[in-house]
């Protein structure tokens, strides 16, 4: 039992002992995919929770060149003012018109602010600018 086979032998000299530098390379790597994961995480958890954002919540046509759009602005210091754009896009998706518009400061986190669009051709769709809002001063 206590001898070693010529397949033992043969496995020892293929896969040999680790050596100190193994150990070292081995935690290094898993300190950098721990400051990886770390990093990911921060940085999605200050994505999730903008200073500021908006949604088109709905928009009706008034006309082939006119539309109101209602769009909802979430901030999470009311008493800044944002300021946010949008576009209308036709059927064929080309832009047939922008608008930028600024919400002054108030009380509430939620804003609803309806805006009105002049457009150059009939508009299907109003969608938010990326980035939809800015802080402003």
Not at 35 to 40: E, K, M, N, P
Not at 96 to 107: K, L
């Given at each position: 039992?206590?001898?070693?086979?010529?397949?033992?032998?043969?496995?020892?000299?293929?896969?040999?002992?680790?050596?100190?530098?193994?150990?070292?390379?081995?935690?290094?790597?898993?300190?950098?995919?721990?400051?990886?994961?770390?990093?990911?995480?921060?940085?999605?958890?200050?994505?999730?929770?903008?200073?500021?954002?908006?949604?088109?919540?709905?928009?009706?046509?008034?006309?082939?060149?006119?539309?109101?759009?209602?769009?909802?602005?979430?901030r999470s210091?009311?008493?800044?003012?944002?300021?946010?754009?949008?576009?209308?896009?036709?059927?064929?998706?080309?832009?047939?018109?922008?608008?930028?518009?600024?919400?002054?400061?108030?009380?509430?986190?939620?804003?609803?602010?309806?805006?009105?669009?002049?457009?150059?051709?009939?508009?299907?769709?109003?969608?938010?600018?990326?980035?939809?809002?800015?802080?402003k001063g």
């Amino acid at each position: 039992m206590g001898s070693v086979t010529e397949a033992e032998a043969r496995i020892a000299a293929r896969y040999p002992k680790r050596s100190p530098l193994d150990y070292v390379l081995g935690i290094g790597a898993t300190l950098a995919l721990v400051g990886a994961i770390a990093l990911v995480l921060i940085n999605g958890l200050e994505r999730a929770n903008p200073p500021v954002a908006a949604m088109v919540r709905g928009f009706q046509v008034i006309s082939p060149t006119e539309m109101i759009a209602e769009v909802v602005v979430q901030r999470s210091d009311p008493s800044v003012t944002v300021e946010c754009g949008l576009y209308a896009q036709a059927e064929s998706y080309e832009k047939v018109a922008e608008r930028s518009f600024t919400v002054g400061p108030g009380t509430e986190k939620l804003t609803t602010v309806k805006v009105e669009v002049r457009t150059v051709k009939e508009a299907t769709t109003v969608v938010m600018e990326e980035p939809a809002c800015v802080l402003k001063g």
